[in-house]
């Protein structure tokens, strides 16, 4: 159900989380085998120097 072809992402997200980390996120929901559903939530925090990923749907 989540093609490449129908991505979407909110104006905040955008405006604030840098290019290389969306292009990551949407390689990670590629690379899952499970089947996905149309929305894709992802909490980010940062630890220090590592960045601490959350994936629901």
Do not use: C
Not at 4 to 20: C, F, G, M
Not at 35 to 44: A, P, R, V
């Amino acid at each position: 159900m989540f093609e490449k072809e129908n991505r979407y992402i909110t104006r905040a997200v955008l405006d604030v989380v840098p290019i290389e980390i969306n292009l990551l996120l949407y390689d990670l929901i590629d690379e899952l085998t499970i089947e996905k559903d149309y929305l894709q939530i992802f909490e980010l925090g940062a630890h220090e120097e590592i960045l601490e990923i959350i994936h629901k749907q």
